[in-house]
């Protein structure tokens, strides 16, 4: 049976993935920063396989080093790794605090880093493994607002398309999935701080979390990407980039094929901030 690791499965994709894998007849390790309050009823049902619950924050280095070493002392090998965990914050790139930079950073960066480094060694020794990550259909464009978010992901994804070649000799795959908006509530985390509210930005970061708030509401179902995360594993010689979602593979082609002009042209369109860059109050105004 083989042994799928995947992280941030409290809620959203990772919970649905663990679902999707363990009911293949994969052997699921669902981790998640605090299981002692997740609601896991979803993990019990009769015919949703063998999950396992363990603890796992991917900004705490002493966490991984556990969680990966429990795992191996227990299975003798991580087949899978899903890394889904991630954080989004929006702000103005002055606004954002110090601490919501770091976490951006620490989470969707250095934590995705830092968990695929300790399982390597493992999948090297056995000759075989797949690293996916989740990113976003946003690692491809600098959203306003989001440029931080947009920017980790951005991060991984070159990161581990390096990754992808050093590892493959070593029968090791490397994919990132790029999802575009799905319901899966990461929405609830978006707020305005007080600072914000009272920043030069608050009218854009307002419209702009309006807009994103309606996206995700407006947003696949999230099944689709659990679905998407097994089929590349399962797939013959999987690509390493993958975009799930209708509007996001329409967003992604057209970046590809777009020059410098229909570039900023998309991305004004695509956040609707004509209004913003004519310097109107609102979009009301323009
Ligand atoms: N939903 C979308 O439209 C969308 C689109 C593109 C990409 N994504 C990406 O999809 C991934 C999953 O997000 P989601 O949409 O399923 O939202 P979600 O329900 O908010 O899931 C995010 C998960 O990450 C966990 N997490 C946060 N910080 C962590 C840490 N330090 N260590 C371990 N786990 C941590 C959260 O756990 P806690 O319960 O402990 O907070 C939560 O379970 C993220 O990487 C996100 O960027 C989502």
Redesign the pocket.
């Known amino acids: 049976m083989k042994t799928v690791l995947i ?10 993935t663990a679902l999707e894998f363990a009911r293949a007849g994969y052997r699921v390790v669902a ?4 299981p002692a ?2 609601d896991l009823g979803a993990f019990d049902q009769p015919g949703s396989g063998t999950i396992e619950v363990r603890a ?5 280095k002493g ?1 991984i080093a556990a969680c990966v070493a429990s795992v191996l002392a227990d299975y003798g090998t991580i087949d899978v790794l899903v ?6 914050l929006l702000g103005a790139i002055e606004d954002m605090n110090e601490r919501d930079l770091q ?1 951006v950073m ?3 960066f250095f ?1 995705v880093l830092d968990l695929s480094r300790a399982v390597l060694p493992a999948m090297r020794r056995a000759g075989s493994g797949h690293i996916l ?6 690692s491809r464009v600098g959203r306003v607002t989001d440029g931080i ?1 947009c920017a ?2 951005a991060a991984i994804e070159i990161a581990f398309e390096a990754l992808r070649y050093e590892v493959a000799r070593f029968g090791v795959n490397v994919s990132v ?13 978006f707020a305005l701080s007080d600072a914000q509210e009272r920043s030069p930005y608050a009218a854009l970061l307002r419209y702009r979390l309006g807009r994103v708030r309606e ?2 509401r407006d ?2 179902d ?1 099944a689709e ?1 659990a679905a998407a995360l097994r089929r590349i594993v399962e797939g013959p010689s999987p690509a390493f980039r993958h975009v799930v ?1 209708a509007k ?1 593979m329409e967003l992604d082609q057209a970046l590809s094929a777009a020059d410098a002009t229909a570039r900023a042209d998309l991305l004004t369109r695509f956040s609707g901030i004509d209004w913003w860059l004519a310097g109107a109050n609102g979009p009301e105004a323009c």
């Open positions: 992280t941030g499965c409290s809620s959203g994709f990772g919970a649905l981790t998640m920063r605090d309050t997740a796992l924050d991917v900004t705490d966490s890394n889904n965990a991630g954080v989004h976490t620490q989470t969707n934590g990550t989740v990113s976003s259909v946003g978010y980790s992901k999935v790029c999802p575009g908006a799905f319901r899966t509530g990461i929405d609830r985390n996206a995700c947003g696949g999230p990407v979602g996001a």
